[in-house]
């Protein structure tokens, strides 16, 4: 788990470079590098206020990924205000 003041989205990835998609830590904030179709479902997601689920790593890594899920909340409570 990595909690980060900011996060960006990068489209830019190519399905080419072999990654399904890549997360970095950037300064405080966390990176994501997907491809154009995943940005296009990402946009729906956060549209339609739906939970969304990245999953990070190279295309032929087996287990070892990582995962960057977009998660709506009921409660603000327990949510950074910041």
């Known amino acids: 788990v990595t909690g980060a ?7 830019a990835l ?3 470079s072999g990654f399904l998609a890549k997360s970095s ?3 405080d904030g966390l990176m994501v590098q997907i ?7 990402l946009r729906q997601a956060l549209r339609d206020k739906q939970d969304f ?9 087996g287990d070892m990924k990582e995962y960057v899920d977009i998660c709506w909340v009921e409660n603000e409570e327990k949510t950074n205000k910041g």
Request: some cysteine; glycine content about 6%; charged content about 25%.
């Open 25 to 27: 830590i950037v300064e």
């Open 53 to 61: 689920q990245i999953i990070c790593g190279k295309m032929d890594a």
């Open 14 to 16: 190519k399905t080419s």
């Open 5 to 11: 003041s900011f996060v960006v989205f990068n489209g």
């Open 35 to 41: 491809t154009r179709e995943t940005m296009e479902s």
